[in-house]
C-alpha cells in the first residue's frame, strides 16, 4: 500500500495568502495572528486527494476531441439566454446578489421544474428543509422529485453527491460551506476557496452542473477571495430595480456564451416570473411630453433593449455646478457636456446637470451617448422633443458621431414599438430604409442639433 503524505500550508485567514512556514504578521494584508495552519490534502501517486483528479498524459492539442458539449435547458427561456443557452455539463456557476434579490427563489423554481427530466439535487446551508418547502408550497412548485439535503460540510455533500449521481448540484451558499481539513470559520477566505475548490473539482471529473450561490459585499462585489471568480465557468449577478418589481440576471463572466447578457424577471407573489419583453416595461412614459426626455436602444447581450434617457438643467443655486448621473458614468457625463460647449455652442458651465436612465438600467455601452447629448439640450431650451423619435450613437470628442453595432437590429426594434423617427451615425442608417421609419443620419453633434 503506498504511503500516505500530508501536505500543509499557512494561510491567512482574512486575504488567502500563502506563506512556505508560520509567521505572526500577514505581510500582504498587515493583519496579526491570521496565518493559520491548513491541511492541504493527502497526496498520493498519480492524485491529490479531493481538489484534482487523476493525471493525464501529455496530449497533442490536434488530437483532443473539440465537439461541442450538449446543452440542456433550465426551464427557464431568460435563464437559458443569460447562461448562452443553457446548463453544459461539468459546468460550474456563480450566482451572486443582494440579500432578498431572489437567488434561492429563482433557483429553486429552476430545479423544480429541471428535476422532471433531470436529477437533482439541492443542498441548503442556510435554510433549515422546512423553510424551504414552505416557500415551495406558497409558490405551487412541483416538488415530487426534487431532492433535498441540508448540509455544510464539504465532505459529506460529496458523499451525498456520490450516492445520489445528480446532473445538477446546487450549493446555497459557499460562503456557509466548511472543509474539514481547514482551520477557519466558515465564510473565512481560506474555507470558501478550499471549499470552492473541492466542488469545483468533483463537478469536473463527474459531469455534474455545479451552481453556487455567493454572497455580495457593500460596494457590490462577490465576498471572498478573487479566486472563486478565477475557478468558476460563468458568473452570474442577480439585482432588483429601484422600484424593486423587477429583478436584473446579468452574465459578468461565461465560457460557454456571451457576456453581459441580460435576463429580466418580474417579482410576483408566485415568484419570479419572465418578462418576455423587456423594452415594453421600460417605456412606461406619461402622455404629456415633457422636455429632457428620449428614447435610445442598448444592445444588451444578443438583444435591443429601448430605454428612456431623461435630463433635467437648472440653474447653479450653490457655487460650484453639480453634474450628477444615476444609470451613467459620471465621467462620461462630463464628456458630453464638453462636447456639448465646445462643439454645439451651449453655456453650461453655470447649470446643474442631472440625467437619469428609467428602470434602474445601468447603461455599460456608449450608443446612449447621444441620446444623453441631446436630452440635455431638450431640457436646457425647454424644448420638447417627439414622443416617436429613438436616437443612438456615439459621441466622439471632435464632436463627431461614431456608428455603433447592431445599428439595423436597433431600429428595427424600435419599430416594433410604434417609433417612426430616429436620429443615428451616418454609419448606421441603412442604405435602403427602414419600412415604417423616417432614418436621419448625422455626422457630428451640429448635425443632430439641426435634425431637432
Given at each position: ?315 447653479a443655486q450653490y457655487g460650484s455646478p453639480r453634474r450628477l448621473g444615476i444609470g451613467l458614468d459620471q465621467n462620461r457625463i462630463a464628456m458630453i457636456l464638453a462636447v456639448i460647449t465646445k462643439h454645439g455652442g451651449l453655456v453650461l458651465s453655470d447649470q446643474d446637470v442631472f440625467v437619469n436612465v428609467v428602470g434602474g438600467i445601468r447603461v ?89
Amino acid at each position: 500500500m503506498a504511503k500516505v503524505k500530508v501536505k500543509t500550508g499557512y494561510v491567512c485567514s482574512d486575504c488567502g495568502a500563502t506563506y512556505p512556514k508560520w509567521q505572526g504578521h500577514c505581510t500582504a494584508c498587515n493583519a496579526w495572528s491570521t496565518v493559520k495552519e491548513v491541511r492541504l490534502g493527502s497526496e498520493r501517486p498519480g492524485r491529490r486527494d479531493g481538489f484534482a483528479g487523476a493525471s493525464s498524459p501529455v496530449t497533442l492539442l490536434s488530437s483532443v476531441d473539440c465537439t461541442e458539449e450538449s446543452r440542456f435547458s433550465s426551464g427557464s427561456d431568460e435563464f437559458d439566454r443569460v447562461l448562452g443557452g443553457g446548463f453544459v455539463p461539468g459546468s460550474v456557476i456563480l450566482m451572486g446578489g443582494d440579500p432578498g434579490a431572489g437567488k434561492s427563489t429563482i433557483l429553486l423554481q429552476t430545479m423544480c421544474h429541471a428535476a422532471s427530466a433531470r436529477e437533482v439535487l439541492y443542498v441548503s446551508g442556510e435554510e433549515s428543509l422546512q423553510q424551504i418547502a414552505g416557500r415551495a408550497k406558497r409558490l405551487q412548485l412541483p416538488v415530487e422529485r426534487v431532492k433535498m439535503l441540508a448540509e455544510t460540510s464539504v465532505e459529506r455533500v460529496l458523499e451525498a453527491a456520490d450516492a445520489e449521481r445528480p446532473e445538477v448540484l446546487v450549493i446555497d451558499s459557499i460562503q456557509v460551506m466548511q472543509s474539514a481539513g481547514v482551520d477557519a470559520a466558515p465564510g473565512g477566505v481560506s474555507q470558501v476557496r478550499e471549499s470552492a475548490a473541492a466542488l469545483t473539482c468533483y463537478a469536473k471529473t463527474s459531469g455534474l452542473v455545479l451552481i453556487m450561490v455567493g454572497h455580495v459585499t457593500k460596494d457590490q462585489s462577490l465576498a471572498g477571495p478573487m479566486t472563486l471568480s478565477h475557478m468558476v465557468d460563468t458568473q452570474v449577478m442577480l439585482s432588483s430595480t429601484e422600484d424593486a418589481r423587477y429583478r436584473l440576471m446579468r452574465t459578468t463572466k461565461n465560457r460557454f456564451g456571451p457576456v453581459n447578457e441580460l435576463g429580466v424577471f418580474a417579482m410576483t407573489e408566485k415568484g419570479l416570473r419572465e418578462v418576455k419583453n423587456p423594452s415594453a416595461i421600460f417605456l412606461s412614459r406619461t402622455d404629456n411630453a415633457a422636455p429632457g426626455s428620449l428614447i435610445s436602444v442598448l444592445w444588451e447581450g444578443t438583444r435591443p433593449l429601448l430605454v428612456e434617457i431623461q435630463s433635467l438643467v437648472v440653474s447653479a443655486q450653490y457655487g460650484s455646478p453639480r453634474r450628477l448621473g444615476i444609470g451613467l458614468d459620471q465621467n462620461r457625463i462630463a464628456m458630453i457636456l464638453a462636447v456639448i460647449t465646445k462643439h454645439g455652442g451651449l453655456v453650461l458651465s453655470d447649470q446643474d446637470v442631472f440625467v437619469n436612465v428609467v428602470g434602474g438600467i445601468r447603461v455599460l455601452e456608449t450608443s446612449a451617448d447621444l441620446a444623453v447629448a441631446l436630452a440635455i439640450v431638450s431640457s436646457l431650451r425647454n424644448t420638447v422633443l417627439p414622443q416617436d423619435l429613438l436616437v443612438f450613437g456615439e459621441v466622439g470628442l471632435s464632436g463627431e458621431i461614431r456608428p455603433v453595432s447592431n445599428g439595423e437590429a436597433r431600429l428595427k426594434e424600435g419599430v416594433k414599438h410604434g417609433f417612426t423617427r430616429a436620429i443615428v451615425p451616418k454609419g448606421n442608417a441603412p442604405k435602403r430604409g427602414v419600412p415604417g421609419m423616417e432614418v436621419v443620419g448625422v455626422a457630428s453633434l451640429a448635425e443632430a442639433l439641426d435634425a431637432i
